[in-house]
């Protein structure tokens, strides 16, 4: 069965830390992305990542920086956390656009709370 | 940037029955793909029904089915014969030519016994 893993499903981190979030797909995704989820806000993309060693911004990444060293592996890094950054967190993958069915996978989320 | 609006934040419908979840988008791509995602209290994203938009006709799978009009950029969700395990959050979705996917605010459905 295919998967997207999330290495957390719940974190409670202090105002400061420096948070990694792990994300391993098993599907060979050339695609990787990064949502945070807020009630009322829906899915909001932070960052996605076409190929290793690729990465574009979404519409939130401020706070946030990314790294995808190996194809497989997509990291969040939230360099100093704040308050405002607790929230869930969803990774998914996607095969190339135009692949027969193609859509997203998704994690299972990490709820992440910043104290 | 493309965005998706769902303006029914709250529904309820009683098992067996039908209801309908409202979606519009913004977007002047010609191309792109349009998603239905269920979200169930476990939090695990699950992919409804999909549906392409230079297809006419209105995908279906089972009970779901959809109502796009891409004139109008409108694309709804109906749920037949409603049942309990209907009962989550519901996004639309939209993915662009770049292959980048943009959500909705989500409806969250309950199904009432």
């Known amino acids: 069965d295919v998967k997207v893993t999330q290495s957390s499903r719940y974190l409670v981190k202090r105002t400061g830390e420096k948070v990694f979030l792990e994300c391993v797909q098993d599907?060979?995704?050339?695609?990787m992305f990064w949502y945070r989820q807020d009630p009322g806000l829906g899915l909001r993309l932070i960052y996605f990542?076409?190929?290793?060693?690729?990465?574009e911004k979404g519409d939130i990444p401020e706070g946030y920086s990314v790294s995808r060293e190996k194809k497989e592996r997509f990291s969040l890094i939230l360099e100093s956390a704040s308050t405002n950054q607790t929230s869930m967190y969803l990774c998914?993958?996607?095969?190339?656009?135009?692949?027969?069915?193609?859509?997203?996978?998704f994690g299972s989320g990490t709820q992440l709370s910043v104290l | 940037a493309q965005t998706v609006t769902q303006s029914q934040p709250e529904m309820s419908v009683q098992e067996a029955e039908t209801v309908t979840l409202s979606c519009t988008y913004d977007?002047?791509?010609?191309?792109?793909?349009l998603f239905w995602y269920k979200q169930p209290p476990s939090r695990q994203m699950i992919l409804v029904i999909r549906?392409?938009?230079?297809?006419?006709q209105n995908a279906t799978e089972n009970r779901f089915s959809v109502n796009f009009q891409k004139a109008a950029k409108s694309f709804s969700l109906k749920i037949s014969d409603s049942q309990l395990g209907d009962t989550a959050m519901y996004f639309c979705?939209?993915?662009?030519?770049?292959?980048?996917?943009?959500f909705g605010t989500g409806t969250s459905l309950t199904v009432i016994p």
């Open positions: 549906q392409e938009a230079y297809k006419q």
């Open positions: 977007t002047s791509e010609s191309n792109y793909y």
């Open positions: 990542s076409y190929d290793v060693k690729m990465k």
């Open positions: 599907m060979d995704h050339e695609n």
């Open positions: 979705a939209f993915e662009n030519t770049g292959n980048q996917f943009y």
């Open positions: 998914a993958s996607s095969s190339p656009r135009g692949v027969p069915n193609e859509k997203l996978f």
